[in-house]
């Protein structure tokens, strides 16, 4: 059996934290297991979040009309993506799995790990217009969310005021790692650790550290809906419309 | 009739691209009706957008285990935020409409500007677990997000392989804007300027403009719905529960 090679996404500023703790259970679980576990301590590396002409090296192609994605991409072609996002590349090439381990700040991910995303995701090396999603570059691997929350998991219900957890995670999970072909295992979530008691606390970690151990046996779940691209269904519409914004407005306003 | 006081925060590294071009539509239509606008350039000003201690002047309470919601609560409550942030706070504080111009990166905002939200809404000044949602600090205040795609419409349609535009944008319209009591006005979209015809997007930054005439005086929608609170509906649920990771899978790990 091949050595497996994890990959270690970990934004948090504090060694002494519950997401810093989560993601040693980690590290320590998963070696024991023979794999090879590497960690980017995003905050640790001062990892740059923003997405800037400085990522790439040598001259830009149009500096008048600075276009990101495409100038990413010819960079990435020609080798000449900066040295931070070229190596945060080649572990996530190595990677069978990858686990982001984060707080959740404002419904998703802080921004130097949103940086990551839009930084070393570039077009051409994570996806093109005919590699996504089911036929996603990173089908091979897996990749999960493990995330602490600040509020209670009620909150979070269909009822609840934050609305479902789900709907929360869709671009993250449907968005970004599926997008990229990601088979995506289900979130690993740890509901407001700061408000628990010490025994809450370790109660969370001893699961989290059962789960750790048939990690990498579990499959993404996308897998389930072979292969086909998972269509919102109109009541998601339907039921979105009466609580944001509508988009009919929209069309109003263009026509 | 009181001058309005606009505030847009603005995430695009050119000048020259469309995103550019819908800023200053509004810079200029604004100003036009008597408006006060400041415009927040964040990639011009290097805004950082990684939330750390050096966010706060002066000594941190637990330099151990360095929570940055209850570090920045403290610091705000003794004005011992950082200048950057302390000087969008009070551009925010002033504004009557709040709008953020953006490329979508990823199915959100760039990192630039998540990193506006981490670090600019801190507890205490724009939220606090009492004042929330429609009982939100920002009650008054009306916000939209202004943004550019680079897939076409059909992607984002409820059987697109994106999925719904209205589950994309939910974190962001209920889980930042409306959380903070924001009056949330349809977000304005622009389908694939890059990939649009000069006249296409000659038509889009017009109907931005018949827009903008009058925007003050559109209503946020969540204001339709009474004051309530939005919980998400059974059938969301249970919809994403095809299409994401189920949160069951994590009970099972949990227990």
């Not at 931070?84 to 080649?90: A, G, K, S």
């Not at 809450?200 to 789960?211: E, F, K, Y």
Request: proline share 4%; hydrophobic share 45%.
């Amino acid at each position: 059996l091949a050595e497996k090679k994890v990959l270690i996404v970990y934004a948090h500023q504090s060694a002494g934290s519950f997401s810093a703790a989560a993601k040693e259970a980690a590290v320590e679980v998963l070696k024991s297991k023979d794999c090879s576990v590497k960690v980017s301590d995003l905050y640790a590396m001062k990892f740059k979040a923003t997405a800037t002409a400085e990522d790439i090296t040598g001259e830009v192609k149009n500096s008048e009309h600075f276009r990101y994605a495409e100038e990413t991409k010819l960079a990435w072609d020609e080798g000449r993506l900066s040295a931070d996002i070229t190596e945060e590349q080649r572990k996530l090439q190595e990677a069978d799995l990858v686990i982001f381990q984060f707080p959740m700040y404002w419904f998703t991910v802080p921004a130097i790990l949103k940086g990551w995303f839009d930084r070393v995701l570039t077009l051409g090396f994570a996806f093109t217009k005919e590699k996504r999603y089911s036929n996603g570059i990173f089908k091979k691997t897996k990749a999960l969310l493990s995330f602490t929350t600040g509020s209670q998991e009620t909150m979070f219900s269909p009822t609840g005021i934050n609305g479902d957890m789900n709907v929360t995670l869709w671009p993250l999970q449907n968005g970004i790692l599926h997008y990229c072909g990601f088979q995506v295992l289900a979130p690993q979530i740890f509901w407001a650790p700061a408000d628990a008691a010490p025994e809450g606390r370790s109660a969370m970690l001893a699961a989290w550290n059962t789960r750790l151990q048939g990690l990498l046996d579990e499959n993404g779940t996308w897998l389930l809906i072979a292969g086909e691209e998972p269509p919102m269904l109109k009541e998601v519409q339907d039921t979105l419309r009466l609580l944001s914004p509508p988009l009919e407005g929209l069309s109003a306003v263009k026509t």
